[in-house]
């Protein structure tokens, strides 16, 4: 059922921020805004990369409007307090009143949206929720209303690390932005709104970085997810968190590729589930033990520390943010700050990962 934010159940933070001067510095030579996230997964180069892209990504085929309709809901949907009231906050920044967000986030019909951006809305709902993932028959209907192949794959590379962004906030129950979410509702709002666009105009231009070409794509861990954002700049920060992410030695490969199969299997996807099988089998894993790990949620080929890692991978499919939080504190105990730290951005990875799959439908 969708939450409204005052509904969100939150608990303190699991892990502390960390103040990384060199990081902080790059993020505002950059032109960004120093987050909450951002000074709590600054300790993991990978995992800091993907969150800034995740709030700083410029769509190439969707407008604005629908960007941020989209990333409300998607943040709704996963009961993200942090997500969910930092991209309120900014649509009334953008200058929505306050009776039309209410209208989108309680999903009623209102006149200032078309069909074809309720459709929109509907499916940001769906894959955020993944009960099941969307098929092939949810992305037709939007081929219909006149959405374009490269609008699909921006939609739901939009939702997916939407949720993988929303996953990492959560289970490290990421403080609110609350002073933001203040000033957005308050008389003077009109200087975040005049601020914000200066601050990107004059900030360093990003050097442009090229796009993976389809047989980029393909090489590196679940490249065969990537093959339908060809073209789009979402398929390089899709890469780039998927290679970092099992280039990083904090957790065993073996233990990664687990839990990404466990999300797949939770979520009913054959593609991942058969690539992570495939990759495991290279760890050396038989086909038995592979499946016992799934059913189980146990292996004897990982460590004592990463025990808990797979259980845990799948709570973080659906859940319930005080339930998960206690559950990642707990896990915490055992692994250690940076591990839990990068056990928290393998899990998000791969629900995003994972709900992205749905292209291959």
């Known amino acids: 059922m969708t939450v409204l934010l005052s509904e969100i159940q939150w608990s303190d933070p699991v892990l502390p921020a ?9 993020l505002k030579r950059r032109g960004a805004q120093v987050l909450e996230v951002d000074r709590r997964v600054a300790p993991s180069r990978w995992l800091r990369e993907a ?3 995740a709030t700083n990504y410029v769509p190439a085929a969707l407008p604005e409007r629908l960007y941020r309709m989209g990333s ?3 943040a709704q949907e996963n009961s993200c307090r942090y997500c969910y009231g930092a991209n309120r906050a900014y649509m009334k920044v953008l200058g929505y009143s306050e009776s039309f967000i209410q209208k989108v986030e309680r999903d009623v019909q209102t006149a200032e949206l078309d069909d074809k951006e309720r459709a929109y809305i509907a499916f940001c709902r769906s894959l955020a929720r993944s009960r099941p993932r969307p098929a092939a028959a949810e992305r037709a209907a939007l081929l219909k209303l006149g959405y374009t192949p490269a609008e699909i794959g921006e939609i739901a590379y939009l939702i997916s690390f939407g949720c993988f962004y929303n996953r990492v906030s959560t289970l490290m129950a990421c403080p609110p932005e609350q002073k933001f979410e203040r000033m ?8 975040l709104a005049f601020a914000m666009p ?27 997810v990537l093959a339908p954002l060809a073209g789009l700049p979402a398929s390089r920060v899709m890469k780039a968190a998927l290679d970092g992410s099992f280039a990083s030695g904090v957790l065993s490969r073996t233990a990664k590729l687990l839990m990404f199969a466990v999300v797949s299997r939770s979520l009913g996807c054959p593609h991942c589930e ?15 033990e592979i499946e016992s790990a799934m059913t189980t949620l146990r292996c004897a080929g990982l460590a004592q520390r990463e025990a808990g890692l797979l259980a845990w991978a799948r ?9 998960i939080q206690q559950k990642s504190r707990a896990l ?3 692994l250690g700050a940076d591990a839990l730290l990068e056990a928290i951005g393998v899990a998000s990875l791969a629900n995003g990962t994972v709900r992205l799959a749905m292209l291959l439908e």
């Open 18 to 26: 960390a103040h990384d001067v060199a990081w902080e510095a790059e």
């Open 198 to 224: 200066l601050m990107k105009k004059f900030a360093p231009t990003r050097p442009i970085q090229t796009v993976p070409d389809r047989a980029a794509l393909a090489a590196g861990p679940f490249g065969v």
């Open 51 to 53: 969150a800034y892209e």
């Open 72 to 74: 409300m809901v998607t």
């Open 184 to 191: 957005a509702s308050g008389p003077f709002r009109w200087l």
């Open 274 to 288: 058969g690539a992570a099988a495939r990759l495991l089998i290279e760890e050396g894993l038989s086909p038995t």
């Open 315 to 323: 709570d973080t499919v659906y859940y319930e943010p005080a339930s």
């Open 332 to 334: 915490g105990a055992q």
